[in-house]
């Protein structure tokens, strides 16, 4: 069986838009992005001692994450100004400091492929503007607080409770 490569596009980026007296999430995709990375960001310490032979050994002592992203942003095509939902949330986010900056995220594939992450992140930098010849770019960073946990892929676990076929 020949091996395919994944695809870049297939990452998802909701943010939960729940309104604050809620309890179940609401999950409200980021639309546009035309760029998605997500990163860690380890720090190692010197593990060695002298019976290792002059071997070195290292040990990961914390771990960070985050997500960057791009997009464009969009409207829609009414005469008043609505911006898209997911991307308006971490605009919002990233205008305040302290814990009103934190926003619940959760990233998957949308193929099938069993990567899913949830967590909890601190909006850095939501940039907009361009030249004058630019769709208008946005970009911002998701500094993870804590660890991500990983969850059933959205995309596969409607699917099978459905009784549908994996995507």
């Not at 997500?38 to 914390?62: C, I, L, M, P």
């Not at 791009?70 to 409207?75: F, L, P, S, V």
């Not at 305040?96 to 930098?125: C, K």
């Amino acid at each position: 069986m020949a091996l395919r490569s994944l695809l870049a596009k297939d990452w998802v980026l909701e943010v939960d838009t729940r309104a604050p007296d809620a309890s179940d999430p609401q999950w409200t995709r980021v639309n546009g992005l035309t760029s998605f990375s997500e990163k860690t960001d380890d720090n190692t310490e010197d593990d060695a001692a002298f019976e290792d032979d002059g071997w070195g050994s290292s040990v990961v002592t914390q771990r960070t994450w985050s997500i960057e992203a791009e997009g464009k942003r969009k409207r829609t095509d009414d005469v008043t100004f609505t911006p898209d939902p997911g991307q308006e949330a971490i605009r919002k986010a990233g205008r305040v400091v302290g814990f009103a900056a934190n926003i619940r995220v959760r990233w998957y594939r949308r193929d099938g492929a069993p990567d899913a992450y949830e967590g909890t992140a601190t909006v850095s930098g939501f940039t907009k503007g361009g030249a004058t010849t630019d769709l208008e770019p946005f970009s911002f960073t998701l500094n993870g607080q804590g660890a991500p946990v990983e969850i059933p892929n959205p995309v596969t676990a409607t699917n099978d409770s459905a009784g549908g076929s994996r995507a």
